[in-house]
């Protein structure tokens, strides 16, 4: 990242960072909530209160992850809060409120992720008046209304919240869909998965391309409930702060597979990985999840993210072969 770049530095606002500046005749680090872009200031939530730093004086700065939350290895570490918050940052909604501590998300509809509240924190009001703001807020827009409901961890700081929203919506009548599996890997293990399963992983004429942006070919392989994607869903594709469209293709073009990683607050994720029928089980996922790794650490992404239904058995023992580990599990909730 240009760390004197002010449209740059615009794209982490909410964002853990790290600001290294000169101090007199010295350097000093910075480290807290990017706050706000002020033209060529940042403003950062430091421990002592908000900091103003000046761009031009910057030495270098990046996204950092949050805290951790367990005594565990960085891509364990969180708590499932804080990796929930986190992995919104990946796939941001078109229109975001926040209701308290609780994230309000709407995208026309285009995946639950993008069009669900997601209850972490507190909302700044009695239980039972949230959820009354949370259907009005979806109906204003045209919208049913949905909740992320994710099971904690016993050990998380953030457990009893997390289970008192979800027994509010279940105790409303609302019924769970959809569970899937939240699973993390380190990725310095997932880039090294080449080595690590014995050589080469493509077929013969198969080549990766990495592009910042999906083009016609990327996008006619990419569907949502079988239908192709619409405006707003491209916009989804590409509203994390950085992502890479990383592809496998034929000497002709054709698309064998594909996926995208994404970048935000010194994690990656992967997501919207799909190999078309005729190439699978010939090694392709794993070369995609070793491409979007080596961007990732390009990066200086340690950690990888990803979701992946819990019924889908094929796709979770490739994932656990190129190996990734289960964070937590979530549902949606609807009325």
């Known amino acids: 990242m ?99 501590g609780w994230l309000l998300r709407a995208s026309g509809g285009h995946t639950n992720r993008a ?9 700044g009001m009695p239980l039972d008046v949230a ?16 909740a992320t409901a994710p099971e904690p961890r016993l050990d998380d ?37 080449q080595a690590r399963l014995g050589g080469a992983v493509l077929p013969e004429g198969l080549e990766i391309d990495l592009a910042d942006e999906p083009d016609p070919a990327w996008l006619s392989q990419y569907r949502y409930r079988g239908q192709a994607v619409p405006e707003h869903g491209i916009r989804l594709l590409t509203s994390a702060p950085q992502q890479v469209f990383a592809s496998i293709r034929t000497a002709e073009g054709e698309v064998a597979g594909a996926a995208r990683g994404s970048l935000a607050e010194g994690w990656s994720g992967l997501t919207e990985m799909k190999v078309e029928p005729q190439w699978r089980r010939q090694g392709l996922s794993l070369a995609l999840i070793g491409a979007v790794a080596e961007w990732s650490r390009q990066h200086r992404a340690q950690s990888m993210f990803l979701q992946v239904a819990e019924d889908n058995d094929a796709a979770r023992a490739s994932y656990a072969r190129a190996g990734f580990g289960l964070h937590h599990r979530y549902s949606y909730l609807t009325p």
């Open 157 to 193: 700081a953030d457990t009893d919240q997390l289970l008192a929203a979800t027994s509010l919506f279940e105790s409303a009548g609302w019924r769970r869909v959809t569970p899937t599996l939240v699973l993390t890997a380190p990725v310095a293990e997932l880039r090294a998965l």
């Open 131 to 146: 959820l009354v703001e949370v259907v009005d807020w979806y109906a204003e827009r045209g919208l049913p209304p949905v």
């Open 2 to 100: 240009n760390a004197r770049s002010s449209e740059e530095w615009a794209a982490h606002v909410g964002s853990r960072v790290v600001v290294r500046l000169r101090d007199g005749d010295g350097l000093r680090d910075v480290l807290g909530e990017l706050l706000a872009v002020e033209g060529q200031t940042l403003r950062v939530q430091g421990r002592r209160g908000p900091v103003k730093v000046q761009l031009s004086s910057v030495v270098a700065g990046k996204p950092v992850p949050p805290k951790a939350g367990r005594a565990a290895p960085p891509h364990q570490a969180l708590s499932v809060g804080d990796l929930e918050l986190l992995m919104a940052r990946h796939w941001q909604a078109e229109e975001q409120d926040w209701l308290g």
């Open 115 to 123: 069009n669900s509240v997601l209850p972490v924190g507190e909302p």
